[in-house]
């Protein structure tokens, strides 16, 4: 069952505006096994992290440290969380994430599906 979706987009030039102009965005934004990537790949995590925000309903006192972006040995993106974010998730009962990141054009997007367990039948 479909527990939430998120959806964002990014320019990636004004992100790295902002990343040039804001000392500490990039350590606040991302972990240290983030922070070296490009930017095209920076903006398309950061669209992820907050789509995923977004299939959670946005709570308040998310911290960004605590959604990373992985990418298994074939490439594909996975979410995993710990902290503020693990614990909205489990409220929301999710036990499972649909994740898919693009960049192309200057923006980067990033669509979240959150999946939790299927309803019990009614008989």
């Known amino acids: 069952m479909i527990v939430g979706i998120g959806m964002d987009v990014v320019d990636i030039a004004r992100f790295q505006g902002q990343l040039e102009r804001t000392p500490g965005l990039r350590e606040r934004l991302f972990v240290p096994s983030e922070r070296g990537l490009s930017t095209q790949s920076l903006a398309a995590r950061f669209a992820a992290k907050e789509a995923i925000a977004k299939a959670l309903g946005a709570p308040v006192g ?58 019990a039948d009614a008989e």
């Open 62 to 119: 998310m911290n960004w440290q605590h959604c990373t972006i992985a990418l298994d040995a074939a490439g594909a993106p996975s979410v995993v969380l710990d902290g503020t974010v693990a614990d909205a998730a489990r409220a929301r009962g999710v036990h499972a994430w649909h994740l898919s990141m693009s960049h192309d054009g200057g923006l980067a997007t990033a669509m979240a599906v959150a999946e939790g367990p299927a309803p």
